[in-house]
């Protein structure tokens, strides 16, 4: 166990009384930084420590955050099974626990039946993050089993790997609560948070918490595929709202429910929205501040609730320079913090007046995907929903993970420098688009294919002009569209022209949110994944088999095809 | 990293031939035994170690398991979600990935970007367990993020830390198939497996697999609370069955079944039977051979499907002699595996020859609950259809987890350091089991109160003749019986006046698997979790205030109340 990033006292100051943090900019709200993390610490109640303490973000709050007004209710908008949840018995009775109850209640096996004595990792300090660095100047955090009862954390092993609340260990939970004033201050004060098993697990529960059978759920015209996966065996549909480069249209948006007939379509008007704003997969288009509260006002007017489903929202890049190729100094220049959240784009979170966000986080993308384990976060009524759901479910993230999470955020990099790791794998994912799309400029046929350069994520959306394939002008109709088998069919063949070339690439058609309702050609790529030098031979070799399945001549070798 | 406790080539010797296991017994099929492990992995192919490679139980199994005749069809039994279910597009596209191909397909972020170098832990090795040995004796087991491509492990960072298929990484697939043979040889070929992010997680997406609303699910009188607040919100109902110390009765099943009125019921037929066969939660009861036999016989004549869920399946106990309390030798002295093995009353995977059986895993009782990990076994198309669910829910266990895990069980323990773990903690529940019923019968007013030893698992079930209570006396009707109110009433004072006295207990309504229909007043105590001097403090308490609510004589200080 190494000190804590940022020390504190382990003992309980709780009888000190807070000071309202400095008001600024002429708000209502104290603005709550960095700077007042510590300082809040010092002056509030420790997380607890017990097996299976209860915690709420309110614990944790600033002053200033719990005096905004409180969220609206949400009683109309949750499903019949959702209202059906009650709290779990067992879970419930600890209510009763007192710091001398012996408890012979829950089945929580004792700590002394955990094989686990001691476990550590081996990360990088900020702001020196490359895995060259690490190997070098990398720290070694270790957590014991009984760390907590010696006073030297907040969480050890006999409390992450034994059963817990749904909303996580204490410690994890004021973690994300500090990062959520500081990135998000939302401008209500009852909102509320939840560690989830990941955010493919947390969009299941929040899909059955809001949609019955036959409902259906918007989204955009093209969306991620697994929540279309999910969406559809429940027995609902997925409505796309048509977008640009910017996201989806508020004006579809608007006409759609403006004018939504129930009888016509038979299904209730639509009240869920779930969207990706930031760098959207698959098309990478991310909503402007001015988009964003374009949305949020038909939120209000149509009384929608909105899942805000944000894994790459730290990856916000510089745009796009033809030719130019980002660097990523070593050893990483973070630049200061406030910069670098002035700079991104305000969350839905941040706008959500009403309570009507749930937004939902993951450490998938800027950890690790195994980590299995993200975050969300709405208003207390909603996020107490969720965690009755959750602890019929995934119940908790893996101990393990939380475990090292914990030594990682918390004991290691503490705020400041989990902000700098983001900024440091923002500047890696910057120079991988750079690639990619530098690769695009020179290797496929401009002719056919074009794309807008991504500013966020870790996709680059491409369209392919389809009238130009052979099989396109043989099946025209007399509309001058082909039908969605030829579509198919012509999207299969460039999928299986790049797979001979030993590259693969996702096809657009995973992505419509409404299935079959194809009428143009996308293919999606992804920079997180290979090696730079393999991005640029893949792309290459997809503008051969671009090229051969669509009949056109073979590129120039020297040749920028732009 | 350390040597692997089972040690065999790291190449691929997937051309040798293999043998047949030796015949045993006269059995139609082979009988894989813990020495023939190491045999068969090394005329095997090693497991894969591609991100998110393709595995299944297939790859490992014995000649002999493969030989067997393959399991019935389920089609008829799958709920109208599960049936729609289709495969990921994604994770299907995986399926046109050869040696030399680059993905520019699924967004998995490059193991560049986890800030991850090594993680360890130090763990007890067999047979030398207990936490004061461990500290001294305990070996500390590492994973690098690169240690498979460097041909030291089959599982590392690079691998467990990204997206995975949902089975779940093939070195642990192989090491769970190997156990699975070892322990129960089921008696069919086409079994799989699974792993799950805990059977909390594997229950709910196996009812939503089995169940449509307005579905009754049977199972036990009593049975786990969380498995009724699972089923309650989907819409369906529980159906208790009747049980005695051995579980629930084959007869009432059959009458339950033979009997049924769709219309009266307003249901069809039930056919999904959820059952905890070994330490029943809450009763502790634990099914013959004989009453498994009976009760599967019941299953195919009433084509049922089984959920078998089993995390106190090796919590299997020598039986309670009163003011006797078995000892545990240090260091630990395990009996040889097969003897072990011998006693374990078979699960009904071993005698499902139909593959009407998923059988639930879990790590949480015999290595951490923090673990969020378990597996599933049961047909390959029931299993198929589990993963098509898990990948839109939890998709996978904690890849820190996973790492963790295969640590332990692998590359530290192997099978038999495993399976003398299992008798270890076998041997140290047994010791509490002990304590607290000895606490029992020298505290409880025996008079009113009575049970029956646990034969396995972590819990201890307590009848109260609720006929004593003043109340009760009071509020009898002409029937002799009390309303449901009263009993509740009589049920929250007993444990508010528990509660009063610093001791949780678990109220026996919690677990009433119709709810709102008990006649009879019970208690359920877990002596898993609080230190053997505690457990019978708190017993002696719990004693105290029920003499104090049933207005009993208080217990002679010296006095043994039997």
């Known amino acids: 166990m190494a000190p804590h990033a940022e020390p504190e006292a382990l003992t309980d100051t709780s009888s000190v009384v807070l000071n309202d943090p400095v008001l600024t900019n002429g708000n209502t709200h104290a603005v709550f930084t960095l700077d007042d993390v510590l ?3 010092q002056k509030s109640k420790p997380p607890a420590t017990g097996v299976a303490a209860f915690s709420e973000a309110d614990m944790f709050k600033s002053k200033g955050a719990l005096k905004k007004p409180k969220a609206k209710k949400w009683d109309h908008r949750f499903s019949e099974e959702s209202k059906a949840r009650s709290a779990s018995s067992l879970k419930n009775a600890m209510r009763f626990f007192k710091p001398d109850t012996i408890s012979l209640c829950g089945g929580l096996p004792s700590s002394d039946y955990f094989p686990f004595e001691e476990i550590s ?12 660095e690490t190997a070098v100047s990398g720290k070694t955090f270790s957590t014991g089993k009984h760390d907590a009862k010696d006073g030297k954390s907040f969480l050890d092993l006999s409390i992450a790997l ?35 098993a990941g955010s493919t697990s947390a ?74 704003p930031t760098g959207q997969n ?58 670098f959240l002035k700079n991104l784009t305000p969350s839905y979170l941040s706008l959500d007046t009403s309570g ?67 900024m440091y794998i923002r500047a890696e994912y910057t120079r991988r688009r750079d690639i990619i799309v530098n690769a695009c400029e020179k290797y496929l046929p401009t002719e056919i294919c074009s794309w807008t350069p991504p500013k966020a994520g870790m996709f680059h959306w ?65 920079f997180a994944a290979a090696p730079a030098d393999k991005m640029v031979e893949a792309i290459k070799r997809v503008g051969e088999a671009i090229r051969t399945e669509f009949d056109l001549k073979e590129q120039n070798g020297n040749g920028h095809a732009r």
């Not at 990792?121 to 060259?132: C, D, G, I, M, R």
Request: glycine content about 6%; overall charge negative; hydrophobic content about 40%.
């Open 282 to 339: 698959p098309t990478a288009s991310t909503q402007s501040l001015e988009r964003r509260k374009q949305i949020y006002a038909l939120a209000e007017k149509h009384d929608l609730v909105i899942l805000e489903d944000e894994p790459y929202y730290f990856l916000q890049m510089e745009p796009f320079v033809s030719g130019q190729t980002h660097g990523v100094p070593k050893p990483f220049k973070p630049v200061p913090v406030a910069d």
């Open 39 to 41: 300082p809040h610490r």
């Open 121 to 132: 990792a081996k990360v990088p300090v900020a702001p020196e993050f490359s895995e060259a």
């Open 356 to 422: 009507r966000v749930l937004r939902l986080d993951s450490f998938s993308k800027i950890i690790a995907p195994g980590s299995r384990c993200g975050w969300v976060t709405g208003s207390k009524q909603v996020v107490e929903r969720f965690m009755r759901h959750q602890e019929v479910s995934a119940q908790n993230p893996s101990g393990y993970s939380m475990i090292h999470l914990y030594n990682l955020l918390e004991e290691n990099w503490g705020h400041k420098g989990f902000l700098e790791w983001l």
């Open 162 to 196: 034994n059963y817990g609340q749904a909303m996580g260990p204490a410690a994890l939970v004021r973690f994300i609560t500090e990062h959520t004033e500081v990135v998000h201050d939302p401008p209500y004060s009852d909102w509320d948070i939840a560690l989830s």
């Open 203 to 276: 969009l299941e529960v929040a899909l059955r918490m809001f949609t019955e059978k036959g409902h259906y759920v918007m989204t955009e015209e093209y969306t991620f595929s697994t929540a279309i996966e999910t969406v559809t065996p429940m027995g609902c549909k997925m409505l796309g709202i048509k977008m640009d480069a910017d996201g989806l249209l508020p004006d579809d948006l608007d006409h759609v429910l403006s004018t939504w007939d129930e009888s016509a379509r038979r299904a209730p008007k639509p009240f869920l929205l779930y969207t990706v």
């Open 462 to 526: 491409v369209k392919v002009d389809v009238t130009k394939h052979p099989l396109y002008e043989s099946r025209r109709r007399a509309d001058g569209s082909v039908d969605y088998a030829t579509l198919l069919e012509i999207e299969e063949a460039m999928f299986l022209a790049a797979a001979a070339q030993s590259v693969l690439i996702a096809r657009g058609s995973w992505f419509r949110a409404q299935r079959g309702s194809d009428t143009e050609l996308f293919f999606r790529t992804t």
